[in-house]
């Protein structure tokens, strides 16, 4: 599976749009790009994810850059309780088995 | 629907010991996991099923055994406890893309 890097650490404003960066630089064709958050110790939770094209839930959007080698998760009104920590993870659709890194440690302050 | 459930939330056992943690889902997903987290690190992954009596090695399964005879259930076994089994584990099941994660085992080997 391709690896990722991300920020160790963001901060965003309460109400204000938070936008988390990932580079995948050696993503495959067919490999998926997926968020989840873990909030303080709980289990991980499944944000979004995507192929090629954008993507939005009533979550987040995902942008996926057009060579794919990058991609942005957007948080449009941050609250709170939003404060996290976020992996951005690639892998293939069959199996689900994905890969962890660090994340990045999103502060929403008031 | 309960989602993953994982029994016990909290472990202590003492080095040498053996245990089984429990992991069981109700979506009627096919696959299934479990992850260890280490203090301020990211998910690794010890072993995977794909369906009932299909399982394979993650990331880091020395010392770990597991068994998948029903969709439902999918325990993990350590065969002899060391302090570096010392960690919170997840279960995770999916059937699409998302994966849902359990609440966590946290685990202490003394």
């Known amino acids: 599976d391709a690896k990722t890097t991300q920020p160790p650490s963001m901060d965003c404003a309460e109400g204000r749009a938070a936008n988390l960066p990932c580079n995948h630089s050696?993503?495959?064709?067919?490999?998926?790009v997926y968020w989840y958050r873990q909030i303080h110790s709980q289990g991980p939770q499944y944000i979004i994810h995507?192929?090629?094209n954008n993507e939005t839930n009533e979550m987040a959007s995902l942008i996926i850059t057009e060579d794919r080698k990058s991609s942005t998760l957007i948080l449009p009104h941050a609250t709170l309780r939003d404060t996290a920590v976020y992996y951005c993870?690639?892998?293939?659709?069959?199996?689900?088995?994905?890969?962890f890194g660090g994340g990045t440690r999103l502060m929403v302050k008031p | 629907n309960a989602g993953v459930t994982q029994t016990p939330k909290f472990q202590v056992l003492k080095t040498g010991q053996s245990m089984t943690l429990q992991c069981a889902q109700d979506?009627?997903?096919?696959?299934m996991s479990w992850y260890r987290q280490d203090p301020g690190m990211g998910l690794r992954l010890i072993h995977y099923?794909?369906?009932?009596?299909?399982?394979d090695q993650g990331e880091v399964p020395n010392g770990y055994n597991v068994s998948r005879s029903t969709t439902e259930d999918f325990p993990l076994r350590l065969l002899s406890a060391a302090p570096s089994q010392t960690s919170v584990y997840f279960c995770?099941?999916?059937?699409?893309?998302?994966?849902?994660f359990g609440p966590g085992t946290r685990l202490t080997v003394l």
């Open positions: 050696t993503i495959s064709g067919n490999e998926y």
């Open positions: 995507g192929l090629k």
């Open positions: 995770a099941s999916s059937k699409g893309k998302a994966q849902y």
């Open positions: 979506m009627n997903h096919e696959y």
């Open positions: 993870i690639v892998g293939y659709g069959a199996g689900n088995m994905l890969t």
């Open positions: 099923s794909v369906g009932a009596g299909i399982t």
